[in-house]
Each structure stands twice: as structure tokens, then as C-alpha cells.
């Protein structure tokens, strides 16, 4: 069941998210278990393979270039560090890793070879791949799939009404677009919200319908909380009360039972007990390690701490899904099929000077 039929209309999930706490929590807490192992929860790592000066205006984001941020641009990083990052991060239990690029958009040039590198290479390590990578074609989305990609990440962040009041240098439409490109590839779809932007909660209800109305909705549904960055427009908003993180947890368990529900930014923020409730409401996952792309998170320490005390056990990879897996990547291939005729046609091209000797040229003066 990846929608429950009872909550399909805007005015049953607003009442549903409205009920009394405790007794959304409950119904939460049912539907999660006759879909998941609730004591089962993910953990993921989320990973900046290259950060900042990104050309977008997206409100809550200290990577746009055109906003004062303390965050440093760095350029995409090598494949190698990628995956020492990523065996770190599997050694302190993550069977997830994420990597988040600045980009408006993919493009098809060498830095996209590399992620595919970084794909296959991670896939490798058997961990579940998911990649954020911006606004990418049909092309695009089938050579990740190819390279071995579990899940892309595209977050249509709040309402289609809202949309426009955090972002204005793209359409709600295009991030639809994108989501449907990861389908039509075969990817799954991981795509949710930030709450706590200045939305109201009609536009969080309007972010659950829009996953509602699609033919396939996302088998992974991120719920943010913002984290409020010094300057960027939405530095000053309040923050979020913890319960309405949890509301907005429980309302999505509900909505759609199959797919994981992750809390993900804006843990720092609250406490190991409203965490637990979340747990409790349905969460399956979370983005563990000290940095969530730029914004800080809890220390892995801390959440190990924290499993231990609740009773979690880390999600292994792959229990939702099968593993990709890893093919050649037909344009990589081809790239090196022609430096190595290029490298052959210059050897040959050697050897044939070899035997030549120059012709004498006299000169008079
Ligand atoms: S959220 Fe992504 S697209 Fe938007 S400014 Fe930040 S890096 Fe760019």
C-alpha cells in the first residue's frame, strides 16, 4: 500500500496532522508496524562532493553564491577521497551514503564522468547510493542507473503555492520533471520537505499531496527541519517546535505506510526524546555524522548512544530494495576508447619518425 486510501483529500491528511498529538502518534506508530521493523532504523551519511557558489536562490540554502554565507566553495572532490569518506562512514554504521553537488543542474562533462565513478565505486562498497545532484534529463538518470545509483534525492521542499516565496530561479514543474526522469530510469525516488520556512500548515499538507497525486509517489520522504544560516533570506526564522516535527513524521507514516520516512535536517534541535517519539511515529532513518552537507548534525558517537539507549539496530543496505548493479558506463568507455587510439595513432606516428633522416639543406651565404 504506498498511499493509505483513507487520507487521499487535503481536508483528511489537515485533520489527520491536526488530531491530538499522543493519538496521531499511536496511529503512526500502528501503520509502522504492520509495514517496517520498528526497531529497525536507517542510517545515512550524507556527503558534499562539491560544495557552494551554486548559481540557485533556493531561501534556506547557505551553498547559493549569491548570499554571504561562512561556507567555502570547493571544487568536486576525487573519486579516492569520495570513497574513503564513504568507507568511514560504513565503518560507523551507515548503509547509506548520499552525495549532494551545488549544481543547478547535471551536465554532461567530466565532472559528471566522475560521479559516475564515485557511483560504481561506492555501490561497490555495498552501501545503498542515493545522489543529489540538481535538475538532470532522462540521459542523465539512465547512466546513473547504470552506474549503479539505489536512489536521487530531489526535495520539492513545501507546497507548489509555497514554492515560489523560497525559490525563484526554477519552477516547481522542473523539480516534478526531474523526479519523473529518476523514475523513467528505474532510480527510486527519495524527495520530502523543510518545514519551519514560514509555510503554513496547509503548504506542508500541500507538500504530502503533491507526493499523493503522483502515479508512483517517493519510497523515501525526508522530513527537514530548517537550520536557520546567517545570511541567507531565512536566517531569521523561529525555530521549529520539536512537536511539529513530529506531527509532520507521523502524518507522513500514515499517508504513505511503505515508504521511509526520514528525519533528517534539524536534529541538533531536539531532544533524544522527541527523537524517540519521531522513532516511535515512524522515522526509519537518519543522516548520521557530524555535518549534514554544510549545516551541523549529532556526532555519530551521539546517535550510537542514542541507539543503544532506545533499543535501534542500524538498517542493513538493500533490505528495501535490490542492489544495483555497477555496469560500464558506455560514455566513459568511449572516451577511453578514443585516448587510446589517440595514444596509438601518436606511437605509431613516433616510430615511423624514427627511421627518418632530415634532408641536408645547404644554406649560402
Ligand atoms: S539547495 Fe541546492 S540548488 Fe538550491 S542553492 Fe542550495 S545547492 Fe543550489
Not at 270 to 277: F, K, V
Amino acid at each position: 500500500m504506498k498511499v493509505n486510501p483513507a487520507y487521499k483529500t487535503k481536508e483528511s491528511l489537515l485533520e489527520l496532522y491536526n488530531k491530538p498529538l499522543l493519538e496521531l502518534v499511536f496511529e503512526a506508530a500502528t501503520v509502522h508496524r504492520q509495514f517496517h521493523n520498528p526497531r529497525e532504523v536507517q542510517m545515512s551519511s550524507l556527503l558534499s562532493i562539491k560544495t557552494g557558489g551554486c548559481p540557485e536562490d533556493c531561501g534556506y540554502c547557505p551553498q547559493a553564491a549569491r548570499y554571504h554565507t561562512d561556507v567555502e566553495a570547493h571544487k568536486l572532490m576525487t573519486v579516492e577521497s569520495v570513497v574513503e569518506q564513504a568507507k568511514n562512514a560504513k565503518a560507523n554504521g551507515s548503509s547509506r551514503l548520499c552525495m549532494g553537488a551545488a549544481w543547478r543542474e547535471v551536465r554532461d562533462n567530466r565532472d559528471f564522468d566522475t560521479v559516475i565513478e564515485m557511483v560504481q565505486a561506492v555501490n561497490d562498497l555495498n552501501m545503498e547510493v542515493c545522489c543529489t545532484l540538481g535538475m538532470m534529463n532522462e540521459d542523465q538518470a539512465k547512466r546513473l542507473k547504470n552506474a549503479g545509483l539505489f536512489a536521487y534525492n530531489h526535495n520539492l521542499d513545501s507546497s507548489r503555492e509555497f514554492y515560489g516565496d523560497v525559490i525563484s530561479t526554477r519552477e516547481y514543474e522542473d523539480r516534478l520533471n526531474t523526479i519523473e526522469n529518476a523514475r523513467k530510469a528505474g532510480i527510486t525516488v527519495c524527495s520530502g520537505g523543510i518545514i519551519g520556512m514560514g509555510e503554513a500548515i496547509e503548504d506542508r499538507i500541500g507538500l504530502l499531496m503533491s507526493y499523493m497525486e503522483m502515479e508512483n509517489p517517493p519510497e523515501s520522504i525526508p522530513i527537514n527541519a530548517l537550520v536557520a544560516v546567517e545570511g541567507t533570506p531565512l536566517e531569521d526564522q523561529k525555530p521549529i517546535e520539536q512537536w511539529e516535527m513530529i506531527r509532520m513524521v507521523a502524518t507522513t507514516r500514515i499517508a504513505f505506510p511503505e515508504a521511509v520516512v526520514r528525519l533528517s535536517a534539524g536534529r541538533t534541535k531536539m531532544s533524544m526524546e522527541g527523537q524517540a517519539l519521531c522513532f516511535m511515529a515512524g522515522a526509519g532513518s537518519i543522516f548520521a555524522g557530524d555535518k549534514l552537507l554544510t549545516t551541523p548534525n549529532p556526532e555519530f558517537n551521539e546517535d550510537k548512544e542514542m541507539f543503544a539507549v532506545l533499543g535501534l539496530i542500524p538498517k542493513e543496505a538493500f533490505a528495501d530494495g535490490e542492489k544495483p548493479v555497477s555496469q560500464p558506463d558506455p560514455v566513459i568507455e568511449a572516451k577511453k576508447e578514443q585516448a587510446a587510439q589517440r595514444a596509438k595513432e601518436l606511437a605509431e606516428a613516433k616510430t615511423a619518425s624514427e627511421g627518418f633522416t632530415p634532408r641536408k639543406v645547404t644554406t649560402f651565404s
